[in-house]
């Protein structure tokens, strides 16, 4: 099925009860809509919708599943379709999708990490190469006429000096590749990191933040956009660091406290290198004066780091594969909103054999005892002849109760187990 535009796409349109209905609400590779079409799902595409007309969309379209980018997701979006089970961010990190709210509404989320990894880290270092060589200055008084080789040749240069890497997902690793073939010395931060795997990326592990500071030449940041993470380059961080050190953000403009760093490009010299900012905007033109870009010794670009037809091409088919999965099997691939843990007791194996009503005797055997199920899974045998239904309980059930479910001809046998907290 072809894609569709909004002004012609309804929910009344399918014929076909499995077909799935996705609405791309950002911009989308055309590779991606190919191989979605070919699966047969009905593609809307429109990358204008944000805010009020995307709620409004959403309504109107009632998709299964909606794929965004930059984008903000809220509950009231989450709240417009009756069908929506599913948000992919078409891309690694998640924040602009209110996930506590999607959550609560039954709705997975996934995101396609470490697609764009290798654009980011190549933007990480254009900026590194920026600060160090002031590249954007001299394009600019070359521009305006202006030689000025005896300014420009003051550069201190990559080789020998100390990177410091803060966090090591798929775009840290890039990055360390890289500062590796500048012949720079490589130290690292990240809560995962431990000497030995430290050992095997060929760089040494920072016990904390503050040594990193203290140690680096330039500093990159490579963290996702948490409550943990928000702010944790502080006064105190940017402080620590040498006079004249180069800082890159790469990640979330959240992680800086953006006013110390305005006053540390100041009082400490330092130069600094941004893709992302607080408060960007979400749509693709805006007016937009972040201060720190102000200072003349900070580079900026608009948050571009995944922004290369490589990236985009490798996170839209991954897309497309978290949807193929999903319409095929329901299962969802790099879901991040799955519950790490329940508040189940008790597990429940029930040995039964393959035949319609066992499963509603079980569940109807539990339901009139009060005890709710956390999880479960129904496990089909070679043959599928038996099965074994694990179902685990947020309370023990009793002897009564377990002996209800045995009370069954088709039900092989019943043990339980205590779950440890």
């Not at 959550?103 to 990894?117: L, Y």
Request: proline letters at 3%; a negative charge; aromatic letters at 4%.
């Amino acid at each position: 099925m072809s894609n569709q535009t909004l002004e012609n796409a309804t929910r009344d349109s399918l014929s076909d009860p499995q077909l799935a209905v996705v609405l791309l609400a950002d911009s989308f590779r055309p590779r991606g809509l190919e191989a979605l079409e070919s699966l047969g799902c009905e593609v809307i595409l429109d990358p204008s919708l944000k805010d009020d007309a995307l709620v409004e969309a959403i309504a109107n379209t009632n998709p299964d599943i909606l794929v965004v980018r930059s984008t903000k997701i809220t509950a009231q979006m989450l709240d417009a379709s009756e069908n929506l089970s599913v948000v992919i961010r078409a891309g690694a990190g998640y924040d602009t999708i209110d996930v506590e709210a999607a959550s609560k509404r039954g709705i997975f989320v996934a995101n396609c990490p470490n697609k764009n990894a290798i654009a980011v880290a190549e933007l990480t270092w254009a900026l590194i190469l920026s600060c160090d060589r002031k590249v954007p200055d001299q394009v600019t008084d070359l521009r305006n006429g202006k030689w000025n080789k005896k300014e420009y040749a003051k550069a201190n240069g990559l080789h020998g000096r100390t990177l410091g890497v803060i966090g090591l997902g798929g775009i840290g690793k890039e990055v360390i590749q890289r500062g590796a073939a500048f012949g720079m010395n490589i130290i690292a931060w990240s809560r995962s990191l431990t000497d030995e795997s430290a050992a095997e990326l060929g760089i040494h592990r920072c016990d904390s933040l503050l040594n990193l500071a203290k140690m680096s030449d330039v500093v990159t940041i490579h963290l996702a956009s948490t409550p943990e993470t928000k702010n944790i380059i502080d006064e105190l961080f940017l402080d620590t660091m040498q006079d004249g050190a180069i800082l890159i953000n790469t990640s979330r403009g959240d992680i800086i406290d953006e006013q110390a760093l305005i006053a540390a490009t100041q009082e400490k010299g330092l130069c600094v290198g941004l893709d992302v900012y607080k408060g960007e905007p979400s749509s693709g033109e805006a007016e937009f004066t972040p201060e720190i870009v102000q200072s003349p010794v900070a580079y900026g670009t608009h948050h571009v780091g995944a922004s290369t037809m490589q990236a985009q091409d490798a996170i839209a088919m991954e897309a497309v594969r978290i949807i193929e999965t999903y319409v095929t099997s329901g299962e969802v691939l790099n879901g991040v909103n799955r519950a790490k843990s329940t508040p189940a007791k008790a597990l429940i194996s029930v040995r039964h054999l393959n035949i319609p009503g066992v499963l509603a005797h079980i569940f109807e055997s539990i339901s009139h005892s009060g005890v709710n199920v956390e999880e479960m899974e129904n496990i089909i045998y070679e043959g599928a002849q038996a099965a074994c239904a694990r179902i685990q309980l947020d309370e023990m059930p009793t002897r009564e109760q377990i002996e209800k479910i045995r009370d069954n001809n088709n039900v092989l046998s019943v043990t339980v187990s205590t779950i440890e907290p």
